[in-house]
């Protein structure tokens, strides 16, 4: 199992999906050209920084929020809000 997987599982996030089933679970999905960013939270403890980025890829030419997108990278960091999140999406 990949690190991206291990990460996936941990975070519950799918491997495959589309951008339209990801606005469903999680409350911060961006359209960023053609890659989806996801700030996503998981508590890690008392005062402690919870929020992870994710970034999916399309994996097909169709753009909709019904395209098929594939998880392509998780932080290895958590951030303490979801804007460094995005941040850190953005930049990757």
């Given at each position: 199992?990949t690190?991206?997987?291990?990460?996936?599982?941990?975070?519950?996030?799918?491997?495959t999906?589309t951008?339209?089933?990801?606005?469903?679970?999680?409350?911060?999905?961006?359209?960023?050209?053609?890659?989806?960013?996801?700030?996503?939270?998981?508590?890690?403890?008392p005062?402690?920084?919870?929020?992870?980025?994710?970034?999916?890829?399309?994996?097909?030419?169709?753009?909709?929020c019904?395209?098929?997108?594939?998880?392509?990278?998780?932080?290895?960091?958590?951030f303490?809000d979801?804007?460094?999140?995005?941040?850190?999406?953005?930049?990757?």
């Amino acid at each position: 199992m990949t690190s991206l997987e291990k990460k996936a599982r941990t975070y519950r996030l799918p491997e495959t999906t589309t951008s339209e089933d990801l606005e469903s679970g999680w409350s911060t999905v961006i359209n960023f050209g053609n890659k989806v960013l996801v700030a996503g939270y998981f508590y890690s403890g008392p005062k402690a920084n919870d929020y992870y980025g994710a970034i999916y890829e399309h994996t097909t030419p169709d753009m909709s929020c019904e395209g098929e997108i594939q998880l392509v990278a998780i932080s290895d960091e958590l951030f303490a809000d979801n804007g460094h999140a995005l941040q850190w999406a953005m930049s990757h």
